[in-house]
């Protein structure tokens, strides 16, 4: 099956600040999700990004898929941001399943 | 709509005791999902359905069954519950329209399940 990456594993960021995360992928995709899962655990869909690049409000995502790699982008950090952020992938071609990474866990502080 | 909604929240069960966990979704997607959370990792696939009628596999199937009569409705059964079992277990549907698919997954808010 698909492989995923995701780095950092950890991160903590003072409030304001902007990060990056990465998340890398073994074999050709055509579905790739990012979640935020927030402190209750609620998983919270943040971009359906299998190829391109999209923005919703302070965060962006981007994915090429031929170099097997999507970044997640937040800028001007808050505290809300904390949680983990998971990446998930699958093949498609109407083969449903799809493989997630362990996350990144981020923490922002006042 | 109230998109994919899942009982109960919370769960403690016996080692041995069975139970099921219900998912309903009422966005009238085609596919449906359960996975497993355990502490510290990413989500891993229990089961998934294509359409009433007809379900398969994921990763982590042994230990559950699924059944899937209806479009709205996919329950997830757990016998003889083990220890191995604690876990936050969350469903998740999408859709397909003809021949465009979009394989955006939305989930429900998870049961917390606890064997001891």
């Known amino acids: 099956g698909i492989q995923v990456e995701q780095s950092p594993p950890d991160l903590i960021l003072q409030e304001g600040a902007n990060s990056t995360l990465r998340c890398n992928f073994s074999?050709?995709?055509?579905?790739l999700q990012w979640f935020h899962q927030n402190p209750w655990g609620q998983l919270i869909n943040l971009f359906y990004?299998?190829?391109g690049t999209k923005q919703n409000g302070r965060l962006s995502a981007t994915t090429v898929a031929t170099e097997r790699y999507s970044l997640l982008y937040i800028s001007s950090s808050q505290t809300t941001d904390s949680g983990v952020y998971f990446c998930?992938?699958?093949?498609?071609?109407?083969?449903?399943?799809?493989?997630f990474g362990i996350g990144t866990k981020l923490q922002v502080i006042p | 709509n109230a998109g994919v909604t899942q009982t109960p929240k919370f769960r403690i069960l016996k080692i041995g005791q069975s139970m099921t966990l219900q998912c309903a979704q009422d966005?009238?997607?085609?596919?449906m999902y359960w996975y497993r959370q355990d502490p510290g990792m990413g989500l891993k696939l229990i089961y998934y359905?294509?359409?009433?009628?007809?379900?398969d596999k994921g990763e982590v199937p042994n230990g559950y069954n699924v059944s899937r009569s209806t479009t709205e409705d996919f329950p997830l059964r757990l016998e003889l519950a083990a220890p191995s079992q604690t876990s936050v277990y969350f469903c998740?549907?999408?859709?397909?329209?003809?021949?465009?698919?979009?394989?955006?997954?939305?989930f429900g808010p998870g049961t917390r399940l606890t064997v001891t």
């Open positions: 998740a549907s999408s859709f397909t329209i003809g021949t465009s698919v979009n394989y955006e997954q939305y």
């Open positions: 990004i299998p190829s």
């Open positions: 359905s294509v359409g009433a009628g007809i379900t």
């Open positions: 998930a992938v699958g093949p498609g071609g109407g083969y449903q399943k799809v493989t």
């Open positions: 074999d050709s995709v055509n579905n």
């Open positions: 966005m009238n997607h085609n596919y």
